[in-house]
T-cell receptor, first 111, second 116 residues
Framework: KQEVTQIPAALSVPEGENLVLNCSFT??????LQWFRQDPGKGLTSLLLIQSSQREQTSGRLNASLDKSSGRSTLYIAASQPGDSATYLC??????????FGAGTTVTVRA | NAGVTQTPKFQVLKTGQSMTLQCAQD?????MYWYRQDPGMGLRLIYY???????DKGEVPNGYNVSRLNKREFSLRLESAAPSQTSVYFCASSQYPAGQGNTEAFFGQGTRLTVV
């Protein structure tokens, strides 16, 4: 059974510091991994998707890496801003249609 | 660009009442999904529709029914609401199966349902 873990559960950093968010999964036979952002009381916003053949994916200040062999993905957010405060979730497919989500890391960026 | 739109955003039901949650996407996606999000349980798949005209059970389908009305719309019905169905419900869509290749899943803003 695919288990997805995100540690730490919460993170607080001063503005300007780089953020490093971790996602671990137990079954390395995945086709992709997706990172989402969720603001309080809101839906999930897709940030990045990494295909299994890729090592990393970049979008603006965000960079996500994927190491299938070790069952890990890392989301880096450069030069954090208060607007980056949110919960970040990673998800991997269990089958064609079901995604298994981590519990998320709640980030607070202090001004 | 609306993406995935859910209605209503909030709802309070009494035990035993029924209601339908509506979802529509304007991205011409083939696959649609219903998830529920609960504290400590994360997001769990209720039902999905691989394509227009098909629906299948997910992880927690009991107490729910779905209808894929057309390519755009996928509704979730609670026939007799129970307090255990108090949750936040999310509809999502993807062009192809979300577990394949470079297919992203896109989520709506959620429906916050309380059953008293």
């Amino acid at each position: 059974k695919q288990e997805v873990t995100q540690i730490p559960a919460a993170l607080s950093v001063p503005e300007g510091e780089n953020l490093v968010l971790n996602c671990s999964f137990t079954d390395s036979a995945i086709y992709n991994l997706q990172w989402f952002r969720q603001d309080p009381g809101k839906g999930l916003t897709s940030l990045l998707l990494i295909q299994s053949s890729q090592r990393e994916q970049t979008s603006g200040r965000l960079n996500a890496s994927l190491d299938k062999s070790s069952g890990r993905s890392t989301l880096y957010i450069a030069a954090s801003q208060p607007g980056d405060s949110a919960t970040y979730l990673c998800a991997v497919p269990i089958n064609d249609y079901k995604l298994s989500f981590g519990a998320g890391t709640t980030v607070t960026v202090r001004a | 660009n609306a993406g995935v739109t859910q209605t209503p955003k909030f709802q309070v039901l009494k035990t035993g009442q029924s209601m339908t949650l509506q979802c529509a996407q304007d991205m011409n996606h083939n696959s649609m999904y219903w998830y529920r999000q609960d504290p400590g349980m994360g997001l769990r798949l209720i039902y999905y529709s691989a394509s227009e005209g098909t629906t299948d059970k997910g992880e927690v389908p009991n107490g729910y029914n779905v209808s894929r009305l057309n390519k755009r719309e996928f509704s979730l019905r609670l026939e007799s609401a129970a307090p255990s169905q108090t949750s936040v419900y999310f509809c999502a869509s993807s062009q192809y199966p979300a577990g394949q290749g470079n297919t992203e899943a896109f989520f709506g803003q959620g429906t916050r349902l309380t059953v008293v």
